[in-house]
């Protein structure tokens, strides 16, 4: 544990490969999808922008240059401020890459071409209807004859009880005592829309959090023993410590 101590003391995102922020835990898709988390969020949250700028501050002091993703169980074109957001991530953190996904509802080719502007370095579009997929499908193949778009897959989802990962259920599994090694919280960092930095995106119910952005820096949380202690039993496969991550068939 020591190494961990001493690698975040020389830089505090020495392991974190990626950085998750969630704008907003707002989806339009969310009704009608009982297999996503966004489906039980009984609060509409929405983070404001001082606080987004704070963190991508601190990131740029920090020297972050991988990638963020500016979304959590949420979809990330519904909100209106989002453009702007792209503005301040290229102001603060230019070499970073940006990824997305979008279930596609809000693509046209005009937000398409907005969007290639911000050099987005991967968006996925879930088509969530046969519908949908035939329509962005067509305005994917229409903006990619001017040479756009190349970065933009489409991924079927349909039908969701086949297709979409059941993570509402995992908190009712039973431990399967798996030892593999994650690098969660740090390999993989996530902010959610309250300013917590959680374990993992997969702990959609955030029984693991360990400080929240809007009452410390992030430095102060990613090097606070909580979050050593954590990511060294994890890197060592030592799930059993923690309740989801002892049902969790995934790694970081």
Not at 79 to 93: A, G, Q, T
Not at 99 to 124: C, P, Q, S, V, W
Not at 231 to 242: A, C, I, T
Request: charged content about 30%; some cysteine; overall charge positive.
């Amino acid at each position: 544990m020591n190494d961990i101590r001493e690698n975040l003391k020389k830089n505090p995102l020495y392991y974190t490969h990626s950085i998750s922020i969630e704008l907003s835990n707002i989806c339009n898709y969310s009704h009608l999808h009982k297999l996503c988390p966004a489906h039980y969020r009984k609060e509409k949250k929405v983070m404001s922008l001082g606080l987004i700028e704070k963190i991508l501050i601190e990131l740029r002091d920090l020297g972050f240059d991988k990638t963020i993703y500016p979304f959590g169980y949420s979809e990330p074109l519904i909100d209106p401020r989002f453009f702007l957001v792209l503005d301040m991530i290229k102001k603060y953190i230019p070499k970073a890459d940006i990824k997305l996904y979008t279930n596609g509802f809000f693509l046209d080719k005009t937000m398409i071409r907005e969007l290639e502007n911000y050099d987005i370095k991967k968006m996925t579009v879930s088509y969530y209807m046969p519908e949908e997929e035939e329509r962005i499908s067509k305005i994917l193949k229409e903006v990619r004859e001017e040479g756009i778009a190349n970065r933009i897959r489409g991924a079927r989802r349909y039908p969701c009880e086949k297709t979409m990962n059941n993570k509402v259920e995992w908190y009712d599994r039973k431990p399967i005592n798996s030892k593999i090694p994650c690098n969660a919280p740090l390999g993989y960092l996530g902010i959610n829309v309250d300013g917590n930095v959680t374990l993992c995106c997969h702990d959609w119910k955030y029984f693991n959090t360990f400080g929240s952005v809007k009452k410390q820096t992030l430095k102060e949380i990613i090097t606070s023993d909580k979050v050593i202690s954590t990511f060294n039993s994890l890197r060592k496969g030592e799930r059993y410590k923690f309740f989801l991550c002892s049902r969790c068939t995934k790694y970081r």
